[in-house]
């Protein structure tokens, strides 16, 4: 911590005023630290078993109507029942913006049916008397079974076929959204006083995709027990959404582990309007809320986020500490080796560190290096000094790559040359440059070298100009590969002698060459006549095919 690494003296180079303003400023920072730490651990303690709740929607999701079973209730009771219990189905739009509802002229129940029709028909609740009355107009009745625990009842199951979700048609300019009319009706005769409506599942329908395919995951979701209830001869509007909690205990939250629990409840708004004028039927209209699916998720405060946060307080003040003060000194020992574990093992490790660094020039960084003892050495010391960084401070990855790249290229020209010795270990990288090698050319011929060009250089080879104060000039190719095939220059050199000597062809004639690197400027080369004409790439494109 930076507050034990700024003790006074903390670097005998500065100022004393400097060291004790970083003390201070120390200190300062340390008790920010400690508070911080305080409040967080406080608050964690007093809030891990309140957990905090998250709200999402869900994208990429179609879902259907909540499927529902009604049955009718009476409030007498000696009552027996009947079985006149009848439910017409219509399918309504709405405009979200002016609340205008519209129904289908010929009663079309579908959506796909209904998308981008122009005949609409306005609705209002007192149109619900002619849906009741009027026979011929379609009653989708077919959505609804009867219970099998008890005849009197109805189970209403939504469609799920030609993507019937609660969703919206287009009907210019607007886009409707879809809700659904129940009209409800029993016989004059029946006693029933109200209806209970309990809504038990809904399907949905989620689209994943990737870069190569796409599929949809279908399911039906349970709802949560409810229980709601109608009066006989009301219309009703439901508005309702569908929440989502998942959930978890106070122990398993506060280690982050995930979810245990889940349940999906759904949620209503009713609204009542006047009595219809016939007690004989009830009117129910069934609609989504805008945010009708909601995910919410009970997350409790865990260990990681209390530790996280601690950690970037920690990060943030001594990052400011740094930038004014400097960084402090790195420690490959922590608190383990310092003063944690027990002493057999402290002891152990000592002696290892002894065995390692401690030489006859002394402990590296702990004795002065400029009292060295009797017979020591100060490269002996710096040897030491390498393998305590190497071991503890730096990656030496890329070197020990360029250890073995340098091994390869060894072996690989020892295999190639087998007439190569090894070079002396006093050869300097001197020996290798243009300029030496050029004078060692013009000591290894008995005229005198004027003066020294380079003409031109591609991947392999350079090609200088010697003129000789005799007036004959001469090529010089040398090799920039050190380990450039010996079989390929000797080939090259027996072609030009080979021509010259069997052809009428103009070549210039070897004065000398050299495929090995034991030569006096240690590369090979070759040295020529130098032919006076034409450079053959400035004729090139005048020769005609």
Not at 415 to 428: C, F, M, P, W
Not at 431 to 450: A, Q, S, Y
């Amino acid at each position: 911590m930076f507050i034990f690494e700024s003790r006074p003296l903390f670097r005998t180079t500065e100022p004393k005023i400097f060291s004790i303003l970083r003390f201070l400023t120390a200190i300062v920072f340390s008790i920010f630290l400690v508070f911080y730490v305080w409040i967080s651990f406080g608050d964690f303690v007093s809030n891990f078993d309140k957990p905090t709740l998250y709200l999402s929607g869900r994208d990429n999701t179609n879902y259907t109507y909540p499927s529902f079973k009604i049955c009718p209730k009476t409030l007498s009771p000696n009552y027996n029942g009947d079985d006149s219990l009848n439910i017409s189905l219509y399918k309504l739009y709405r405009n979200p913006s002016s609340s205008q509802l519209y129904i289908p002229n010929d009663y079309s129940f579908y959506d796909y049916e209904n998308n981008n029709k122009n005949d609409f028909l306005t609705y209002d609740f007192n149109q619900s008397y002619e849906l009741y009355s009027n026979g011929p107009i379609p009653q989708n009745s077919d959505f609804f079974i009867r219970d099998y625990d008890n005849n009197f009842c109805r189970i209403f199951t939504p469609p799920f076929i030609n993507g019937e979700f609660a969703n919206s048609v287009i009907y210019s300019p607007h886009n409707l959204e879809n809700e659904l009319l129940f009209i409800i009706t029993l016989n004059n005769s029946s006693m029933y006083n109200f209806f209970e409506i309990n809504f038990e599942s809904f399907n949905t329908s989620t689209e994943s995709s990737t870069m190569y395919y796409s599929e949809n995951d279908v399911r039906n979701v349970t709802l949560t027990s409810n229980q709601h209830f109608i009066t006989r001869g009301q219309y009703i509007i439901y508005e309702f959404i569908i929440k989502t909690s998942s959930y978890t205990s106070p122990s398993s939250g506060m280690l982050g582990l995930k979810d245990e629990n889940s349940s999906t409840d759904i949620e209503i708004e009713e609204k009542v309007l006047d009595l219809t004028p016939n007690a004989s039927y009830t009117v129910l209209e069934l609609r989504f809320r805008p945010d009708n699916l909601i995910y919410q998720e009970y997350k409790y405060q865990t260990v990681s986020k209390l530790v996280s946060d601690l950690g970037g307080f920690y990060g943030a003040i001594s990052g400011v500490f740094f930038i004014l003060f400097g960084a402090s000194k790195l420690s490959p020992w922590g608190i383990c080796q310092k003063w944690v574990c027990c002493w057999p093992y402290r002891r152990s490790f000592k002696r290892s560190l002894a065995s390692r660094y401690v030489s006859r020039a002394g402990i590296p960084l702990a004795e002065d290096p400029r009292k060295l003892p009797p017979g020591a050495e100060l490269r002996d010391r710096v040897a030491i000094l390498e393998h305590l960084l190497k071991e503890y401070y730096i990656d030496a990855y890329f070197l020990e790559k360029l250890k073995t790249t340098r091994k390869r290229y060894l072996d690989l020209r020892k295999n190639n040359h087998e007439t190569v010795r090894i070079l002396d270990n006093d050869i300097s990288d001197d020996d290798f440059t243009d300029d030496i090698v050029i004078e060692n050319l013009e000591e290894g011929k008995n005229k005198c070298c004027i003066r020294t060009r380079r003409l031109s250089g591609g991947l392999n080879n350079e090609v200088y100009l010697l003129q000789f104060d005799a007036g004959t000039d001469c090529i010089a190719r040398l090799s920039r590969d050190l380990i450039h095939p010996s079989e390929k220059f000797i080939s090259e050199v027996a072609t030009i002698k080979y021509v010259s000597q069997n052809t009428c062809i103009k070549v210039p004639e070897v004065y000398d060459w050299d495929c090995t690197l034991n030569n006096p400027i240690k590369r090979p080369y070759i040295l020529m006549e130098r032919l006076p004409r034409q450079y053959l790439y400035r004729v090139w494109d005048k020769f005609k095919v």
